[in-house]
């Protein structure tokens, strides 16, 4: 029998998985205190070792070259902690109905995906300089695995702390969450005579806060099967036990952390059932990359992510002792699930008070298979991806940095209708000078909170002015997006598939299966903001202090020409929540994005924003970019002129390369942006869903410009009226030149991965 035909023998066990976070929302209009920005410097996890014998290869583990060839890893050694040197025990069970079916939905929806297959290859545009250079590959294309059924697993109950204080995490209250969910793993490649990888990466999703009574961790799996199609494994975490008293998800991010420890113990150990017997997740032993972990989150489970990413650096554990004071303050919160817990109180008698018999709560402990979250002791995780589905951001999370991150924001949100996760974006944007990773922001409008998972009750109120224009998604439509967002971006930032780079340097025209029903094309439905690290890109302007409004951080000087009105705001900080809806000029609407910004209103065609270069050269650079948010009237066109050191000019129409200048999801064309269409005229002067984002213009399209020696950048505005937010402008290298110039993933310490995983047998 050969490896792989081995490795997808059916067993009975629990199977190890990726992990996203997500989570619904309840009360996510009230105001929190932001956190202050985090610094933690904890020492990095011991990554590589001596794998232990039980992780060598199996079947004779030849090292002849297997086609196709792919990079692997080592998982790194267990490091010296509380973790148990020995197999995982739990249940895990086949989930019927999960074998190559349709996923689930409800609300009399659409019921599939209905992904068009092909070899999922980018299909070029030979032109000479236009805002796109290739259809995105269709995410669905080119699988090379057969997904397993999805699994039940149950693997213990972990014990954990959640806090009421979402920025400190203080008085935190001791809790027992099981460990539970569902996964799927690659089975067996399409191709029997192609060989899969030696080791798979991870993916855990988490959801949120949504009604207990719906299975919200089952809402994901059209996302996972598709991922363990394309050779990863994908677990999707049962939070429902935390939901009804979770304020600040500490416990999701112990949650997530908890999880991916008993992966590391299984992958080091195996797995067994309750009877000593191998277990349906001992396939995976020694299957599991750990230098390629994946988490994402929906709602309460995004902002479980970034407290994942912070706690990850230090991690807060749990004791003995803590679960002890807890069980003996609150006797009757174990009793019914946990009796055996509360059977080891020892009641108080006269003049001694109550106390624990050890040798019961141990007994407890094993029963119950209790373990605790880990602490400083413990591995960090080297997650190569987080990505933050409509989520919230009760804290302002800060020192998110080390990870490639993104927030996707749905514009018909009317859970988290504040669309916190523009705060996320815009409060971690800009990394320390070390950090090479990415950071993005995805505008999906005509999407709603809720149908990105399959299993919640109903969905959610959206928008006024989305209900007005029509504009928004149904569940299927909104699904075929979300899918080729969350995939693409785990597949191109955790596997390292390069054939995704072109669209997340945005780069790439979205392929015709991630769009609504009969479009061939529809990026105005998407709108994605780019960041890259300190080294690909150098900030021109980005209105941070009041010197700002004068002074460039070239030092060269800003001018403002022919507006009524210009008002700058700091981005708000700590417990400055009352600026967290910054107010657009004369009450037009607000906007979400909380980033440093200008606004600037006008009544006459033609102002300006003039900015001194100071003879800069643009040379390792390919891209000029600058975020904005329009919000009067519909749209805006903007007018971009670069000048050279010699005097020559050349100005390029924004809206060529963008579809950030118009509301609502309506292509160019018909006059737009400059002319309003006529179906969303009455909405000018309501407020709009308003964010900062990214107009990316090549540089090349400044025709004949020296832009080794800059000297003038000038934005002007040739709309008879309007009201605009601007800020980061900067030069960035997107890889249009050379996509080798922006790699998928690094080291958690900043440095490069060498090479990369390529799990898609049809297809690069």
């Known amino acids: 029998m050969s490896r792989l035909q081995n490795f997808a023998q059916p067993r009975t066990g629990n199977i190890d998985v990726l992990a996203f976070s997500i989570g619904d929302c309840t009360d996510c209009y009230q105001e929190f205190s932001m956190i202050q920005r985090i ?63 349709p996923p689930q939905t409800s609300g009399g929806e659409a019921t599939a995906i209905a992904p068009q297959r092909s070899e999922g290859e980018a299909a070029p545009i030979a032109k000479a300089v236009t805002r796109f250079t290739e259809i995105a590959p269709d995410e669905n294309g080119g699988a090379g695995f057969k997904s397993s059924t999805a699994y039940a697993y149950d693997l213990g109950n972990l014990v954990a702390q959640m806090s009421d204080d979402s920025v400190a995490f203080t008085s935190p209250i001791t809790i027992i969450t099981p460990i539970k969910g569902w996964v799927r793993y690659p089975e067996n490649t399409i191709d029997p005579a192609v060989a899969a990888p030696d080791k798979y990466p991870v993916v855990i999703f988490e959801h949120g806060n ?139 008698a006269t003049g001694k008070p109550a106390t624990i018999d050890d040798a019961k709560f141990a007994a407890a402990v094993t029963k119950y298979n209790i373990f605790n979250a880990q602490g400083s002791e413990a591995s960090s995780y080297d997650f190569k991806a987080a990505f933050m589905l409509a989520p919230t951001d009760f804290a302002g999370v800060t020192g998110l940095d080390h990870v490639p991150l993104a927030s996707l924001l749905p514009s018909c949100d009317g859970d988290v209708s504040n669309l916190q ?231 390029v129409t924004a809206s060529e390369f963008t579809d950030a200048l118009y509301n609502f999801p309506r292509p160019k064309g018909d006059g737009r942006p400059m002319v309003d269409h006529p179906a969303d005229t009455p909405l000018i002067g309501d407020t709009f869903v308003n964010v900062l984002s990214m107009v990316a213009i090549p540089l090349k399209a400044f025709d004949s410009i020296d832009t080794t020696n800059l000297k003038e950048l000038k934005l002007a505005f040739p709309k008879e009226w309007g009201k605009v937010a601007i800020t980061d402008i900067e030069l960035q290298n997107l890889g249009r030149d050379n996509p080798e110039l922006a790699p998928a993933t690094a080291a958690t310490d900043g440095s490069p991965i060498e090479g990369t995983f390529t799990p898609t047998l049809a297809g690069k």
């Open 39 to 101: 610094k933690l410097h904890a020492p990095r996890a011991c990554l590589f070792g001596v794998l232990l014998a039980a992780l060598a290869g199996c079947d004779g583990g030849d090292d002849k070259p297997r086609q196709p060839q792919a990079t692997t890893f080592e998982t790194p050694a267990l490091q010296a902690s509380n973790l148990p040197q020995e197999p995982v025990t739990g249940t895990v069970a086949a989930v019927p109905g999960t074998d190559n079916t």
């Open 421 to 651: 996760g523009a705060r996320a974006f815009d409060h971690n944007r800009f990394g320390p000078l070390d950090d090479t990773t990415p950071r993005y922001q995805i505008l999906h409008r005509g999407a709603n909170h809720n149908f990105y998972n399959t299993v919640w009750s109903a969905r959610d109120s959206i928008q006024n002015t989305c209900k007005f224009t029509r504009s928004y998604l149904n569940a299927e439509e909104q699904r075929r997006g979300g899918l080729f967002i969350i995939n693409s971006f785990m597949r191109y930032h955790v596997g390292g598939e390069q054939k995704f780079a072109s669209y997340w340097n945005g780069l790439a025209q979205l392929p015709k299966p991630a769009c609504p029903f009969g479009k061939a094309s529809c990026d105005e439905r998407i709108v994605l903001t780019v960041q890259k690290d300190a080294a690909r890109s150098k900030l021109i302007q980005r209105f941070d202090d009041t010197g700002s409004m004068t002074q460039n951080k070239l030092g060269g000087a800003v001018t403002f020409g022919s507006f009524d009105k210009t008002q700058r705001y700091g981005m708000p900080s700590g417990g400055d929540t009352a600026k967290w809806e910054l107010p657009l000029l004369d009450g037009f609407g607000d906007i979400k994005s909380l980033a440093d910004h200008v606004e600037l209103a006008w009544t006459k065609d033609g102002p300006t924003i003039t900015n001194d270069l100071a003879g800069i050269s643009a040379e390792g650079f390919d891209s000029l970019t600058f975020r904005i948010a329009v919000a009067q009237p519909v749209g805006q066109e903007v007018l971009v002129t670069l000048t050279d050191g010699k005097g020559k000019s050349a100005t």
């Open 210 to 348: 949504h009604n207990n009574a719906d299975p919200s961790y089952q809402g994901y799996d059209y996302l996972a099967k598709d991922l363990a199609e394309h050779g990863y494994v994908v677990l999707s975490i049962d939070a429902n036990a935390i939901n009804p008293n979770d304020k600040s998800s500490q416990s999701r991010a112990q949650l997530i952390l908890g999880t991916l420890d008993r992966m590391r113990q299984i992958d080091g150990f195996g797995q067994i059932d309750l009877g000593g017997n191998s277990g349906k997740l001992d396939p995976l032993k020694g299957k599991l990359d750990f230098t390629r972990v994946g988490i994402m989150g929906h709602s309460r489970g995004g902002q479980a992510v970034a407290n994942t990413i912070v706690f990850n650096k230090t991690r807060r554990g749990v004791k003995d002792a803590d679960l002890k004071s807890a069980l003996l303050a609150k006797p009757n919160s174990y009793a019914t699930s946990y009796p055996d817990l509360a059977a080891a109180i020892i009641p108080a």
